[in-house]
């Protein structure tokens, strides 16, 4: 009898692992062709639009629905975020090659610049784009600080 129930229990393992591996087996690119599919944090994130208490629509991070920012200190296609300054407000990035899109409320226009280590950081209308490390959840907005604000669309 315990021996049937061993060979029984290796059965069962056996087939758990075989589902999971053809779970896992599946290409990325099986998934990427579905217009329906989620953002994976592989693929280009969309920035949207996001109601945000009295601050009204601003800008957030598709693949994760965090606030973007601008920094003053930035011009038009050059980030001055550079050191410190990068670590505690890390830029919005996209894979080499990726192109950013714009969800249902985005009007201006976004684009890409390379930075130093060589990064592709999301602009939007010229101007780059960054988190602010201390924001935990979507809809925080803790980075409102002198020379840093939220991007309206």
Not at 14 to 40: D, E, I, K
Request: net charge positive.
């Amino acid at each position: 009898m315990l021996m049937y129930a061993r060979v029984r229990w290796v059965g069962v393992g056996l087939f758990v692992s075989a589902v999971m591996a053809a779970c896992g087996s599946q290409s990325p690119s099986s998934s990427s062709n579905s217009a329906t599919a989620t953002p994976s944090p592989s693929a280009t994130p969309v920035v949207m639009t996001k109601m945000v208490g009295s601050e009204g629509n601003i800008l957030v991070a598709g693949s994760n629905g965090m606030t973007v920012y601008n920094f003053s200190k930035d011009t038009a296609g050059v980030s001055n975020c550079k050191g410190a300054c990068i670590t505690n407000w890390p830029a919005l990035t996209v894979p080499s090659g990726q192109t950013p899109t714009g969800g249902s409320g985005v009007t201006g226009q976004l684009g890409t610049i390379t930075r130093d280590d060589g990064t592709l950081q999301v602009t939007y209308n010229g101007l780059p784009l960054y988190f602010f490390h201390s924001d935990a959840a979507p809809g925080d907005i803790k980075g409102k600080y002198t020379n840093w604000s939220l991007v309206k669309p």
